[in-house]
């Protein structure tokens, strides 16, 4: 997996956020920030929920992606198989708050519609999965890696789709939205704050890991494998660490997300979901801290106007895309901040 | 459980690994002689089937439309390398990845755009309706044999195309030796975009025949794709050989499992949740056997090279 | 006599029909640079990738410092004190040289098991690191990118790396391959300093290295050793004259 040549920039990922040198680069990243939260504040000034939720989708979905970047960007795995942490991020969701509606015991337990037990359990759920199907999958590379990470969420959409206690392919919906100690979770805004921040922590936690010794050595697993094991560091136990948190990341974006949508179903777990996560990460720019926020930016905005023009504008997705990896291949970021690689 | 049942099921199974046989051959023969990872695959088995049912409705020629379906594939195929496929194989696997997923949404969407999201119907032609009987008095339909027929004829083919012929060697030659096929004076061009067509039309072809049995719509290709790649892991990717016995062996377990885990979940459960524990765990069932035979052989069962 | 760092007890290693190393026994002993020579094809770098860990050989018995590591994997070796260098470059292009070098220092330090603490900043890691690339003359291009190095430079910084590990043995594969006279003489003499602090198992083309630097010869000709002995013995053997003029 030591295969890509693309020069990556390892400032953002090497420097603390908020370091004091603001280049062209930290110029875009706070007008990133600047727009990604002053855009639903108007949007609720002017009484537009619909945008405010736009924005948290927006959100949600970079967060998404700022798991995956950990994985495919920083570590090198290209894996084509994330949907599995966000559906399964989704479920925990779902699952729980059916539970709590009816009262009813899941393997003994109740369920529950606090937020923060949810999310903890997603993390579980998703971290535990991400260990099995890592623990096997890391020990291929290059195409099998890709093949198989696909088919394993692959095994858990079908999983999803067979199940007929959690609503099967119909999906699961989740009459009211789960809530939160001392915050208004209902509150279209509210939410968005609470997305927005947790989209910071995960951006955050990112950028110091990659700072960090274990961040050192999944660059250097990425870079060249065989300087790292020559070094004394086994790369396996460091690539799968990563995954796994990195699968963590999506599944909590995974969560909320079906919170916002009041809904769960098995398309939060389809290839077609990771593959766009894939598009939103290369489209802002790999192994780049803010590459998935500018990515989701652009995807789901392109999205709703185009969606709004064309019931196929997935095929002008399709056209963009190609061109994109055809001829652009720095990302949004990069081609709004130049590239500084090396750190 | 019958020996009727198991036999007809058994019979299903192949049926599925020869199709997923189609589909794998081609995408292990593209990986193993250009190194290129093609998700978009599947749309050529999507055109196979649409060209297919338009040609046959309008002709009312079966065969006319298999015909035409294998050729608008392989077409569609030798377009897709000039255009797009033939910059990528320098490339990482990741753009490989994206530039192929691109061209899924592409042929996806343009086909949606063209005929409208509701299928089209193909039926087999009448001569092929009937059923014979199997041993144990079942019948079994005469289509779903020919397929098979079709499938074990193509591997056939594929095999005496590989060992005995100018073409087959230079594969040979292109999977071993990238460079050296250059050296031999072998336009490489040439070979590559003729590899990727016949992996194509192999493909549409199995489009063409699976699209008679079910509907034929957009997506039709995805999840036989994701199939096909299940089979080229277990078989070893870039092995012709592994992936016809991978295609066996994914297509007799997923058949079997589906039908008979839900009646042994039966032997001690309701009958309602054997039914749901059982589909369940049938729908995952080939994704485990991959991963056992991961965790045994890394590289498949007849590794060819990575 | 010195103390034994390194023994290689009759490793065997086929390939098919080929016998790429066959009963192969070698020593490296405290203070010494052992060479093993040999004409290409001769089985070199088979037996290095044993050495190593990168490969398992059929048979036989490798231990470092008295311990068994022959079931060992390339990052447990390295962990134990075995430093490498390699024919071809291995290092991370985009990154610095100092970079490349603390990756080994971090190795030493512990686990790398640490989410939090910038390296950026770690004197832990730095300090051997720079001192590294000190003892290999590259303290002055620390900071430059790998790939805007020379090739001697990255051979350096390949050195550099290894020494990083505090290893008890070195094992360096053609570290003078594609260097000027000028830099083949500073490599020949830092390698002379530093035979004294850890023994060097030195695979090397250039012949004129070889014996002004080597304290022991082995002579490797299709898996096996054909000869053995200080520099004068093997200079005079017929069985090596016989391998290398009929290479």
């Known amino acids: 997996m030591t295969e890509h040549s693309t020069e990556r920039p390892h400032d953002t990922a090497a420097a603390p956020m908020g370091a004091p040198r603001l280049g062209r680069q930290g110029l875009v990243h706070v007008a990133l920030l600047t727009l990604t939260l002053l855009a639903p504040l108007v949007a609720h000034l002017l009484g537009e929920a619909y945008y405010v939720n736009l924005a948290t989708r927006i959100v949600l979905v970079a967060m998404a992606g700022v798991g995956l970047n950990l994985a495919l960007g920083h570590g090198g795995m290209i894996s084509f198989g994330h949907a599995a942490y966000f559906g399964v991020g989704g479920y925990v969701a779902g699952i729980s708050a059916y539970h709590a509606f009816d009262g009813s015991l899941l393997m003994g337990l109740p369920g529950s519609d606090d937020m923060l037990v949810i999310w903890a359990v997603a993390l579980l759920a998703c971290g535990l999965l991400a260990l099995a199907i890592g623990a096997v999958s890391l020990r291929t590379s290059g195409v099998y890696f890709i093949m198989i990470t696909l088919a394993f969420a692959q095994m858990v959409y079908y999983f999803a789709n067979s199940w007929p206690s959690y609503g099967g392919q119909d999906g699961l919906p989740i009459y009211l939205r789960n809530g939160l100690p001392l915050i208004d979770s209902q509150d279209p805004l509210s939410f968005f704050l609470v997305c927005f921040a947790l989209l910071l922590a995960a951006m955050a936690i990112t950028a110091r890991l990659m700072g960090s010794r274990f ?60 593959g766009e996560l894939m598009v939103i990460v290369i489209l802002g720019g790999v192994g780049r801290l803010f590459g998935p926020l500018a990515g989701a930016i652009v995807y789901v905005l392109m999205e709703t106007l185009l969606g709004g023009l064309t019931e196929y504008w997935l095929f002008f997705l399709g056209l963009v895309l190609l061109g994109v990896v055809l001829f652009a291949r720095q990302g949004v970021i990069g081609w709004l901040a130049g590239g500084t690689p090396h750190g | 459980m019958s020996a009727t049942l198991l036999i007809e099921q058994l019979i299903n199974g192949l049926q599925l690994g020869t199709m997923l046989f189609l589909m794998a051959s081609g995408l292990t023969l593209v990986f193993g002689v250009m190194g290129l990872i093609n998700l978009a695959h599947g749309s050529f088995y999507m055109v196979g089937a649409y060209v297919t049912a338009l040609t046959t409705a309008s002709t009312g020629s079966f065969l006319l439309g298999l015909a035409a379906g294998s050729l608008a594939a392989a077409a569609a195929g030798a377009v897709v390398e000039l255009l797009v496929i033939r910059r990528l194989y320098h490339r990482s696997h990741l753009d490989q990845v994206l530039a192929t997923f691109a061209l899924i949404l592409i042929f996806s969407e343009g086909t949606r755009w063209l005929f409208g999201s509701s299928p089209l119907w193909l039926s087999p032609p009448e001569w092929l309706a009937g059923s014979v009987a199997l041993p144990g008095g079942a019948r079994y339909p005469v289509y779903r044999l020919m397929i098979i027929a079709v499938g074990v004829l ?95 062996l994914v297509g007799v377990v997923d058949t079997l499992g589906r039908i008979f885990l839900p009646a042994l979940f039966g032997l001690f459960m309701s009958p309602s949740e054997a039914a749901g524990v059982g589909t369940a765990l049938a729908a995952m069932l080939i994704y485990i056997l991959m991963a056992v035979i991961l965790a045994f052989k890394p590289q498949g069962l007849f590794a060819a090279h990575d | 006599m010195a103390e034994t760092v390194l023994s290689i007890e009759g490793l065997h290693k086929r390939f098919g029909a080929l016998q790429a190393t066959h009963d192969v026994s070698l020593t490296l002993r405290a203070g010494e640079i052992h060479a093993l020579i040999g004409p290409n094809g001769a089985g070199k770098s088979t037996l290095i990738a044993q050495i190593a860990g990168s490969l398992r050989p059929d048979a036989g018995r490798i231990r470092l410092a008295g311990r068994d590591i022959t079931g060992l994997g390339v990052a447990a070796r390295a962990r134990l004190g075995l430093g ?134 082995s002579v490797l000709v299709d898996g096996r050793v054909i000869a053995h002995g200080d520099v004068e013995a093997i200079r005079r053997d017929p069985r090596v004259q016989a391998a290398y003029l009929g290479d």
């Not at chain 3, 390296?119 to 690339?133: F, Q, Y």
Request: hydrophobic share 50%; proline share 4%.
């Open chain 1, 215 to 274: 961040g050192a050595a999944l660059t250097m697993a990425r870079l060249n494998e065989t300087r790292l094991a020559t070094a004394g560091i086994s790369p396996y136990p460091i690539r799968l660490t990563a995954f796994v948190i990195s699968a963590m990341i999506t599944g909590l974006a995974g969560a909320l997300y079906a919170d916002l949508n009041g809904f769960v179903s098995p398309a939060m777990l389809s290839w077609h979901f990771s």
């Open chain 2, 154 to 248: 193509i591997a056939a083919g594929l095999y005496l195309l590989i060992s005995r012929t100018r073409l087959g060697m230079r594969i040979r030659a292109g999977e071993s030796d990238r460079e050296m096929i250059g050296a031999l004076g072998i336009d490489i061009r040439r070979l590559y975009t003729l590899v990727f067509a016949l992996g194509a039309a192999l493909a549409g072809l199995a489009g063409s025949l699976v699209g008679a049995l079910q509907s034929v719509q957009v997506g039709m290709g995805e999840p036989v794709l994701i199939l096909a790649f299940v089979v080229i892991v277990i078989g070893g990717i870039g092995s012709i050989k592994g992936a016809l016995l991978g295609a066996i």
């Open chain 3, 84 to 217: 490498r260098s390699f024919q071809v470059s291995s290092l991370a292009e985009p990154l610095s040289a100092l970079r490349n070098v603390m990756i080994g220092a971090q190795a030493r330090a512990g686990h790398s098991f640490r989410f939090w603490r910038p390296v950026a900043r770690d004197a832990l890691l730095l300090a051997p690191a720079r001192e590294a690339l000190e003892r290999v003359h590259l303290g002055h291009r620390a900071d430059t990118p790998v790939a805007a190095l020379s090739h001697g430079e990255r051979r350096q910084v390949e050195v550099a790396c290894a020494l990083v590990l505090e290893p008890r043995a070195l094992l360096l594969d053609e570290p003078m391959a594609g260097l000027g006279p000028e830099g083949s003489a500073r490599l020949t003499e830092l390698l002379e300093t530093l035979k004294r602090e850890v023994p060097i198992l030195l695979i090397e083309h250039d012949m004129d290295a070889v014996f002004r630097l080597a304290d022991r010869l």
